[in-house]
């Protein structure tokens, strides 16, 4: 079965699995774990942060930052197709007593027109503005790159308000990858940064937030509130600095088979895709009511030994990964043009 559901479905390599198997771990709850504190240390460094820490999923870091960054009653800015406000259970509102204002942007980006102003006003009747919000590379805007003048210019409005700015940088590294720039580069405007190891990376768990030295130590505090405190979980930690240190280059071959995918995609006027030539590994597109659903498309695809994520009623969601070969890719085209045909 080739599967294209998402980069979530990845299983760690023979070589990963050996650095797992040979970690050196302690109890990072009560004491210290060596192989969690070197892969925060890591991060940190690569994100060009004073400091990181290490939690079991990209929800978590994201839901702390918030925590961190603001008060109960407080409001936090975001894109409206966002992760954080579309996918963590309204989270911010049920754990920290949030109010997220959304802001519709263009295949996932927001434009610096759109933060000008956005601070409400000192008054009693109404909720502080505290924190601007970013996702790169951004999951339901097909896996769109924010480029670096764009967050330079959005974060620099949000710093002239007194705004704080969060990066959910799930997929950070194949925006690095895409724009040829660093990890620093693309977090330098942000106060916080969260980063996945379990998508493009291939790592079975885990996430880190980076940030300054306080906000990791409010991090630290709250992510035991959120039960997210872990003993061994250096061995979850040597997986994800195994992929820092052998995956993140790979991550171009995932681009081009996402190429391929869209082109094949793109031969059937049935299928409208968001992106004809797709910025980083996923690719979304819309199935002409008259076609089916996008349930009827995933089902045929199955099948016929390829899964696809139905993302809405007529939409498709595929993501590629490193357990998808450039033969796989290929097998999967031939299915798509003889799927196409069963209107």
Not at 154 to 174: P, S, T
Not at 222 to 242: E, I, N, S
Not at 322 to 328: A, F, H, I, P, R
């Amino acid at each position: 079965m080739i599967d294209l559901r998402s980069d979530t479905v990845t299983r760690p390599t023979p070589l990963m699995l050996k650095a797992m198997m040979s970690a050196e771990v302690g109890d990072d709850l009560i004491d210290i774990d060596p192989t969690v504190i070197a892969l925060q240390e890591k991060t940190a460094s690569l994100l060009g942060k004073e400091a990181a820490i290490f939690m079991p999923s990209g929800t978590m870091t994201n839901q702390i930052a918030l925590r961190c960054h603001c008060s109960p009653g407080d409001e936090f800015l975001c894109e409206s197709q966002c992760h954080i406000y579309n996918y963590e259970q309204g989270a911010f509102a049920q754990l920290s007593g949030l109010v997220a204002r959304t802001l519709e942007g263009t295949k996932g980006l927001l434009s610096p027109s759109q933060v000008v102003g956005v601070r409400r006003n000192d008054d009693d009747h109404l909720v502080n503005t505290r924190l601007l919000c970013l996702e790169n590379t951004h999951n339901r805007g097909g896996g769109k790159v924010y480029p670096l003048e764009l967050t330079d210019r959005l974060c620099n409005e949000a710093k002239a308000q007194g705004i704080a700015c969060h990066l959910d940088g799930a997929r950070l590294w194949n925006a690095s990858v895409a724009l040829g720039c660093t990890l620093e580069e693309l977090a330098r405007p942000f106060e916080s940064v969260s980063v996945c190891f379990s998508k493009g990376l291939g790592a079975p768990v885990g996430s880190c937030l980076a940030g300054t030295k306080e906000l990791v130590r409010k991090a630290r505090r709250a992510r035991k509130l959120f039960g997210g405190g872990m003993r061994q979980c250096g061995y979850l930690a040597a997986a994800a600095l195994y992929a820092l240190d052998h995956h993140i280059a790979r991550l171009e071959e995932d681009h081009r088979h996402a190429k391929e995918l869209a082109n094949a995609i793109a031969e059937f006027p049935a299928f409208e895709l968001m992106d004809r030539d797709p910025d980083t590994n996923i690719v979304i597109f819309r199935i002409a009511p008259e076609w089916g659903t996008a349930r009827d498309f995933a089902d045929r695809c199955r099948d016929k030994g390829v899964r696809v994520m139905a993302f809405g009623p007529q939409s498709i969601r595929m993501v590629t990964h490193l357990d998808v070969t450039k033969t796989q890719i290929e097998a999967a085209c031939k299915v798509f043009r003889e799927v196409s045909k069963m209107a």
